[in-house]
């Protein structure tokens, strides 16, 4: 199993940035997609972004251009750099993690965007 922890959550303003983490322990080895997700208030969970063990990258389609997924190898952490954001942004946002052994999700953190 892969346990995953978010970090860098917050309040902003509109327009502004903000970087979240998200830092994998336990069977690291397997992992096989990185994910975000995140849940608007009132709303279903969506998919904000992807990056493959094959080094894949996409992003839906309400995050391109301004969202950018990465991850350090070194450090078991993947980053959701999140610029020009919109109040609609706002959202508990979760890291998810597939491997060989099942799907992990993190506990989700809150990024709210102000007008």
């Known amino acids: 199993q892969v346990q995953l922890v978010e970090s860098g959550g917050g309040l902003v303003q509109a327009g502004g940035s903000l970087r979240l983490a998200c830092v994998a322990s336990?069977?690291?080895?397997?992992?096989?997609?990185l994910a975000w997700y995140r849940q608007p208030p009132g709303k279903q969970r969506e998919w904000v972004a992807t990056?493959?063990?094959?080094?894949?990258?996409n992003y839906a389609d309400s995050v391109k251009g301004r969202f950018a997924i990465s991850r350090d190898n070194v450090k078991n952490t993947w980053y959701l750099q999140m610029g020009s954001l919109k109040p609609e942004d706002t959202a508990v946002y979760y890291c998810?993690?597939?491997?060989?052994?099942?799907?992990?999700w993190g506990r989700g953190i809150q990024v709210t965007v102000s007008s």
């Open positions: 990056f493959t063990h094959l080094g894949v990258i």
């Open positions: 998810v993690c597939t491997s060989s052994i099942g799907q992990s």
């Open positions: 336990g069977s690291i080895a397997s992992m096989i997609v």
